[in-house]
């Protein structure tokens, strides 16, 4: 793996919000370089700047100040070579799984044959097979969240977004999430930048983990991950780096 | 909300503009709306035959305060007798249609019992009743008032049932663990979370209401804003009609505004 | 333990004994009302026909025609009227709820307009509709019409208006256009609340239809009420306001059938 070629640069980004009460300062000056092909996790405490560094990425909101670059170039908008997976379980409820998962192409333009075959296929990577006439309310929180993985990668992206995909599910179903994750990233290699507040999590998944500070964001530490996939949770190393990057917290209440 | 509209308006929502543009913009609709229909008239495109210049119902509008022809009664007074009936109708369907819904939504007995009489009556549009109470109440207040109870009683009724089903159940149990009695439930709890859906539901009464006081003043008065309506078409008079109908339309727009600030104080926490 | 046994037979027995109350309470209460309308009308049989009067007056009108109209065509005229407004109605009311919804500054000035001339009820615009354009069929159709426009666009106008911006966001990062973003997340995300306005527009049309029938007509139920009341005939009042009631009844059920069917996802639970 050439873990140096660098595909996204973020330098000097900032966001902040008129409000009210005066300024709010989200995002304060990130640098960060995202290699090809590795799966980065941003780590950070509550719910700070993480999702609005990631909606900046992903074109949907806009920087106050700096700059993003795609393979060299500056990105603007939403771009089509960067896909998400949503915080929420933003499926459309009047779209069964396979409408839901064929968004992407569909958007596009691609003929409704193609697009149902691609869809298809990442519905089944995701074992979904079954379920593709079923609607979302039909399914299970894990579930969901599978149709949300499979939705970003039948659109073909280069860069993965994953905004806490799995905050709202529980501890248990959690786990298979996140292996299943790491199944299909080896499986389907792409970028991905990682979002979560959970340590153990990003430390399961993470090649290099990206802590953040309380509010507004900034980039306190990088660790270089190099355990073997898949890692053991409760081997002394793996353990070892929870405990350090723990210590380096903040608190957020 | 206003975070994401810096992105110039991708989507064509017309979003993101100065607040000032937005209320230039309702005015010039106001103005543009009464321009044109002044415009038709003056013009002669449509004959005032048929319709009257806005300039001449207000005209209408300030001599109607006086003036008794040709509905035999004053602006203020056809007002005064609309009010009277709307208001007493509405006073008695809010007083035992809301505490209908509720017990009936808390209670399964009187779920049970009450539900299939509503059932059976709920779908009899109002104005249906107008006949028979003629027959039996005559043509006097008693009689509107009957048609407008029957009218905003059944709003009251659906609404503040429906509210008090959708109590959270959590919040009943903490009621229970803390050794409440299931009236202290019902008085405590329930009522407080219904009250929303209640007034959506007085709301939807009080439209059914000033609507239906019109049909039971064209068929049956000898006063009223409906009455004055019916008579501007017996003679012919569009003039009429139409303060009539502007007069309706701006007191009901008012009951509505003053509902909506009492709302706002009994559901304040709501937020 | 024994204890705990025989408490749980009793209290099985006591709910039991509730069940068969809660199964009796309805029936008690339909045969209350048909014995109260018995009553009242042994009383006062002029102005409260009996039971028996009613039937016989409902046998009756199959037989004899009211005004050359037969009894299901007095039925079939005033769907006609509703089921043509309604549709006009769903048509325009569904558009403009839509421009006006999703557009701020159409809203602020198509919206407007529309916010002075919605508290009119739709009955009062009788008078001035029949002076415009006499007693046929298209006035009525049309005062239907504004009756049930009203609820459409005021609904759609909702559903439009707070679409989830979470929605919006998925369609942005799916690079949606704005023909898409529209069509395929807006107005989708929108429809329960659009059938909301779709329900209260066919119960306002129902009962619109009878006021403008009552106002001026020779057909629709809404004309058998007011030629009973006339002719003194209290029986054939209370067989149209039955009729009416059923109609209305059963075009509720027709609409949630339609809702049931177009919008699958919306019944799951």
Request: net charge positive.
């Amino acid at each position: 793996m050439d873990e140096h070629k660098v595909r996204l640069e973020i330098s000097e980004l900032s966001k902040s919000y008129e409000t009210k009460e005066g300024r709010f300062q989200a995002v304060e000056k990130i640098d960060l370089k995202v290699y090809d092909n590795e799966f980065l996790v941003l780590l950070g405490p509550g719910n700070c700047g993480k999702t609005v560094l990631l909606n900046m990425i992903a074109g949907l909101e806009q920087p106050t100040s700096g700059e993003i670059r795609l393979d060299g170039s500056v990105i603007q908008g939403s771009d089509r070579r960067i896909g998400m997976v949503f915080q929420k379980l933003a499926l459309m409820p009047w779209k069964t799984v396979m409408q839901n998962t064929e968004i992407g192409p569909k958007f596009r333009g691609v003929k409704k044959e193609e697009r149902r075959k691609k869809a298809q296929s990442y519905i089944d990577l995701v074992g979904l097979n079954g379920f593709e006439k079923a609607y979302p309310a039909q399914l299970s929180g894990g579930m969901k969240q599978r149709v949300g993985i499979a939705r970003a990668y039948t659109n073909d992206p280069e860069i993965l977004l994953m905004d806490e995909p799995f905050g709202a599910l529980d501890a248990q179903t959690r786990f298979v999430m996140e292996q299943e994750v790491q199944r299909i990233w080896e499986q389907e290699k792409r970028t991905i930048i990682f979002v979560t507040n959970n340590i153990e999590e990003a430390c399961f998944l993470g090649d290099r983990i990206v802590l953040f500070s309380e509010c507004p964001a900034r980039m306190k530490e990088i660790y270089v991950n190099d355990l073997k996939r898949p890692r053991d949770v409760i081997s002394q190393e793996f353990l070892k780096l929870r405990a350090m990057i723990s210590d380096n917290t903040d608190l957020a209440l | 909300m206003e975070r994401k509209i810096r992105n110039k308006d991708p989507l064509g929502r017309g979003l993101g503009c100065h607040p000032y543009v937005y209320t230039m913009l309702s005015i010039a609709g106001i103005l543009t709306f009464l321009f044109v229909w002044q415009l038709l008239l003056v013009t002669g495109v449509v004959s005032d035959r048929y319709i009257s210049k806005p300039t001449e119902l207000f005209l209408l509008l300030i001599r109607k305060f006086s003036d008794k022809s040709p509905d035999g009664s004053t602006l203020p007074i056809a007002t005064l007798a609309s009010l009277k009936v709307a208001v007493t109708g509405l006073v008695l369907a809010i007083v035992t249609g809301v505490p209908l819904g509720l017990i009936m939504g808390w209670y399964k007995g009187a779920d049970r019992f009450f539900s299939p009489i509503f059932e059976v009556l709920r779908p009899i549009p109002p104005i249906s009743w107008i006949p028979l109470t003629i027959v039996w109440l005559g043509i006097g207040l008693r009689a509107k008032a009957f048609i407008i109870f029957f009218a905003a009683f059944i709003p009251c009724v659906i609404n503040s049932y429906a509210g008090i089903k959708m109590t959270q159940k959590v919040l009943i149990n903490v009621a229970k663990t803390c050794g409440a009695s299931n009236f202290t439930i019902f008085y405590k709890v329930g009522i407080p979370s219904a009250m929303p859906m209640t007034f959506a539901g007085i709301r939807v009464a009080l439209g059914n209401a000033w609507s239906t006081l019109v049909a039971a003043e064209m068929l049956a008065a000898n006063a009223g804003l409906g009455y004055m309506i019916l008579m501007g078409r017996s003679f012919a008079r569009p003039d009429i009609i139409m303060l009539g109908m502007v007069c309706i339309g701006a007191l009901g727009a008012l009951f509505t505004g003053i509902l909506g600030i009492f709302e706002k104080r009994i559901t304040g926490w709501r937020r | 333990m024994g204890g705990t046994n025989k408490s749980t037979v009793e209290e099985r027995k006591k709910t039991a004994w509730a069940d068969w109350g809660y199964r009796l309470l309805p029936v008690l209460s339909i045969l209350l009302l048909i014995l109260s309308w018995h009553l009242a009308s042994s009383n006062s049989p002029d102005s409260f026909p009996t039971i028996q009067a009613t039937w016989e007056r409902f046998l009756l009108l199959w037989e004899k025609p009211i005004m050359r109209v037969s009894y299901p065509g007095h039925i079939l005229a005033s769907l006609k009227r509703v089921c043509i407004a309604l549709f006009f109605s769903w048509l325009i009311g569904i558009s403009f709820g839509i421009i006006i919804g999703w557009n701020r500054k159409m809203d602020a000035f198509f919206g407007t307009i529309f916010a002075f001339i919605r508290p009119i009820p739709p009955i009062a615009w009788i008078p001035l509709i029949t002076i415009w354009f006499g007693i046929d069929e298209f006035p009525k159709i049309l005062i239907v019409f504004i009756g049930a426009v009203m609820p459409v666009v005021i609904n759609t106008h909702a559903g439009l208006s707070s679409v989830e911006q979470l929605y919006l966001n998925v369609g942005t990062a799916f690079n949606a256009n704005r023909f898409q973003m529209l069509f395929e997340v807006a107005i989708p995300s929108a429809l329960p609340s659009i059938f909301a306005g779709i329900r209260t527009s066919t119960s306002t049309a129902w009962m619109v239809v009878l006021a403008a029938e009552m106002l001026g007509a020779k057909s629709g139920v809404g004309f058998l009420v007011v030629r009973g009341m006339d002719g003194l005939d209290m029986p054939l009042v209370l067989v149209a306001m039955i009729t009416i009631g059923v109609i209305g009844a059963l075009l509720a059920a027709v609409t949630n059938f339609m809702e049931r069917r177009l919008c699958p996802w919306m019944s799951i639970r």
